[in-house]
C-alpha cells in the first residue's frame, strides 16, 4: 500500500516537479547573463528593473514550489496515517495472540521493532522530496556580486546634461587591483562631438571607457559632465542620458523591444527609432516575432553581429547625451560598419557627445577629434586631421630610420638592432 501510495505521489508532483525544474534552470541562465553584464546594469541604471523582474519570475516559482509541496504533503500525511494504523493494528493483533497464550510475548516487541525497521525507508522516500533551492542560492550571489555598487551612496539628481566631458588628472585603477591602468589623464571635449580613442592593446582604451561610465571607480582626479562631477549623479536618473556599448554584448532575457528600451515600459516608437538608428529594424522585421521576439534561453540565439546591432540600438535608445561605444564595429561586417557610420552621423546631428574605442581605421572617417592612448596615457589628442597628420609624420619618420638598419640586415644577417619605437596606435591617413 505505501508502494502505491509512493507511484501515486510520483504521479501527480512528477509533472509540477519537472516545471519548478525548468523555471529555476531558466531563471540562472537569465541570472548569469545578469552577473556577467553588471557594468552595462550599473552604468544604465537598469539594475532595479532586472530585480523586480527577478523577483516576479521568483514569486512565480515560489507559488509553483509551495503548490507541489502540498500536493506531496497530502500525500505524505495518508502514507503517515497507513503506516501508524497498521502499526496499531499489528500490536493489537500480537497482544490479542499473547492474552490467548499462542505466542511468546517476546514476540509482541519483536514483531513491532521488525514492522517498523521495514516501513522506515518506504516512508522516508515518500516524505523526502528534494526541495528546490538554486534561485535563493542566485540570488545571493547577485547581490553578493552587486553589493559593492549597491553599497554607493545615493547620487544627487542634477538638471539635463548637455554633453560637454572635462577629465582632469584621472588616476584609475582596476576594482581589486593595485596597478594604476590609467595615468594622469585629461583633456576635453565639447558637446556634440564624436572621439575616436584609439592605440595598440592593453594602453587603456576599454579602461577610459569604464572609468567615462563611472563602472571603475578613480582614485584620483576628476570626471565632469557639464561641469558635475559624473560619480555624483543618482545612477537611475543618470541611466536614460548615457549609453554604453561594452565589447562583450550579452543580450537580456525578453523580448527585443524590452531589450533595446532597457526594460522601461517600451515606447514602440522610440524602440524602431533606435533600431533604425543602429541600422537593425529591418533584421528584427525579419525575426519570427518582430519586436517580439523573445531572446535568452527560452528563445532564439542571435550572431555576434546580430547581437551587437541591437547592443547600439540599446545604447542609442532616446538619443543619450553621452554614448560609449567599446569595440562597436568588432564583430560588424561592410554593411555593418556602413551603418554604423551612419548611426554615429544621426547621434552627432542630435548633440550627443560620443567616444568610439576601435582597433579599426575605418571609423575615424566620422570622427572629430582623436584620442591616441598608450601605456595608460594620452599619447596624443585633437582635431582629427591634425592628430591623423602627426601620426603619418611619425610613421615616415620611424620608416625612414628603419630603412638604414634594413639594409645593414640585408648585408650583415640577422642582427640585435631594432627598428625605431613602435606606434601608439596602428593608424593610416583617411
Do not use: C
Amino acid at each position: 500500500m505505501l508502494v502505491v501510495l509512493a507511484f501515486v505521489n510520483n504521479r501527480i508532483t512528477g509533472k509540477a516537479h519537472a516545471d519548478v525544474n525548468k523555471d529555476i534552470v531558466a531563471t540562472n541562465v537569465t541570472t548569469q547573463k545578469t552577473l556577467r553584464n553588471a557594468e552595462v546594469i550599473e552604468s544604465m541604471g537598469m539594475l532595479e528593473k532586472l530585480m523586480n523582474r527577478w523577483a516576479s519570475r521568483q514569486q512565480g516559482i515560489l507559488k509553483l514550489q509551495s503548490d507541489v509541496s502540498d500536493q506531496g504533503k497530502t500525500i505524505s500525511s495518508i502514507s503517515k496515517a497507513f503506516r501508524i494504523w497498521s502499526q496499531s493494528i499489528s500490536l493489537a493483533i500480537t497482544a490479542y495472540l499473547v492474552v490467548k497464550h499462542e505466542i511468546n510475548p517476546g514476540l509482541l516487541i519483536a514483531g513491532s521493532l521488525l514492522l517498523s525497521r521495514a516501513l522506515a525507508p518506504v516512508d522516508q522516500i515518500i516524505a523526502s522530496w528534494k526541495g528546490f533551492v538554486q534561485a535563493k542560492v542566485q540570488y545571493k550571489r547577485l547581490t553578493s556580486v552587486l553589493a559593492e555598487l549597491g553599497e554607493k551612496p545615493k547620487g544627487a539628481m542634477h538638471p539635463a546634461p548637455a554633453g560637454d566631458i572635462e577629465v582632469k588628472d584621472l588616476v584609475v585603477t582596476p576594482p581589486g587591483g593595485k596597478t594604476p591602468v590609467l595615468h594622469e589623464v585629461s583633456f576635453d571635449v565639447p558637446a556634440g562631438s564624436i572621439v575616436g580613442v584609439i592605440g595598440p592593446s592593453a594602453a587603456g582604451k576599454s579602461s577610459l571607457a569604464r572609468a567615462l561610465m563611472n563602472i571603475w571607480p578613480k582614485q584620483s582626479g576628476e570626471i565632469l559632465l557639464d561641469g558635475i562631477e559624473i560619480s555624483s549623479w543618482d545612477k537611475r536618473a543618470l541611466g536614460p542620458y548615457v549609453g554604453y556599448l561594452p565589447q562583450d554584448i550579452e543580450l537580456f532575457e525578453g523580448s527585443i523591444s524590452e531589450n533595446i528600451s532597457r526594460f522601461e515600459e517600451v515606447d514602440s516608437e522610440k524602440v524602431v527609432e533606435a533600431a533604425k538608428t543602429a541600422g537593425v529594424h529591418e533584421m528584427i522585421l525579419l525575426l519570427p516575432e518582430g519586436y517580439d521576439t523573445v531572446i535568452g534561453s527560452e528563445g532564439i540565439n542571435l550572431s555576434g553581429g546580430q547581437r551587437q546591432r541591437i547592443g547600439l540600438a540599446r545604447a542609442i535608445y532616446r538619443n543619450p547625451r553621452l554614448i560609449v561605444l567599446d569595440e562597436p564595429n568588432s564583430n560588424l561586417d561592410e554593411i555593418g560598419e556602413r551603418a554604423l557610420s551612419v548611426a554615429l552621423r544621426k547621434l552627432k546631428e542630435a548633440g550627443s557627445t560620443i567616444f568610439v574605442v576601435s582597433h579599426r581605421p575605418s571609423v575615424l572617417t566620422v570622427v572629430d577629434r582623436i584620442l591616441v592612448m598608450a601605456d595608460g596615457k594620452v599619447s596624443l589628442y585633437g582635431d582629427r586631421d591634425a592628430v591623423i597628420g602627426q601620426l603619418a609624420r611619425q610613421n615616415a619618420a620611424t620608416q625612414k630610420r628603419a630603412a638604414p638598419l634594413a639594409v645593414v640586415d640585408a648585408h650583415t644577417g640577422p642582427s640585435s638592432v631594432t627598428s625605431g619605437p613602435s606606434m601608439p596606435g596602428n593608424v593610416s591617413p583617411v
